[in-house]
């Protein structure tokens, strides 16, 4: 039986995730996957969807709001995949109970405010110029390890070569027994 995978978009959630569909091509036949796009989770819908904008909502309730549907829509236990503000959002819900095996973040953006971690086996991966990324004194404090590919930038994950890396690293959990996991993520 396969393994469920939640995968939380970024802030563009479907609008601008073309990329998305290479995750969900190459990952779909070793997980059941439950796709969010965040902007739905958060109840956002802006007229003008700028960056400015878009990331002004998640910071004043959108995220909070996301965390809330998050947690009463997801009861079994999977592992989750998330991008940029999904991750934050899947730190939050995890800090707050939600059922988590593991959790994938690629370039998670408000976790390095974050004081506590998640009680799975976490992935925190980055590209070496993200403006948004932890420090290594973060990394140290939280026992956290940061995973930083170096000449890439905050949408890194949107990038073909990181896709095929992150699928790989998440097809070797789909292979591996429970055990295994807590051991490699």
């Not at 995890?94 to 690629?106: R, T």
């Not at 403006?131 to 890194?156: M, R, T």
């Amino acid at each position: 039986m396969a393994e469920r995978l939640v995968v939380l978009s970024d802030m563009w959630g479907v609008k601008k995730g073309l990329w998305i569909t290479s995750y969900l091509g190459y990952l779909q036949q070793y997980y059941n996957i439950v796709f969010y796009d965040i902007q739905q989770l958060s109840n956002i819908d802006l007229t003008i969807q700028s960056k400015e904008n878009l990331h002004a909502a998640f910071v004043e309730n959108g995220i909070d709001t996301a965390v809330a549907h998050l947690l009463k829509k997801e009861t079994t236990p999977s592992h989750y995949l998330a991008f940029s503000t999904g991750g934050t959002i899947a730190w939050k819900a995890a800090l707050k109970g939600l059922p988590m095996k593991s959790l994938y973040a690629a370039s998670a953006t408000r976790v390095r405010m974050e004081n506590l971690k998640p009680n799975c086996p976490t992935t925190l991966l980055y590209g070496g110029n993200d403006n948004y990324k932890p420090s290594e004194e973060w990394a140290e404090k939280l026992d956290s390890e940061l995973e930083v590919i170096q000449n890439f930038g905050h949408e890194c994950y949107t990038d073909e070569k990181i896709i095929g890396k992150i699928c790989q690293d998440l097809l070797n959990i789909a292979t591996m027994k429970p055990k295994e996991i807590k051991k490699v993520v």
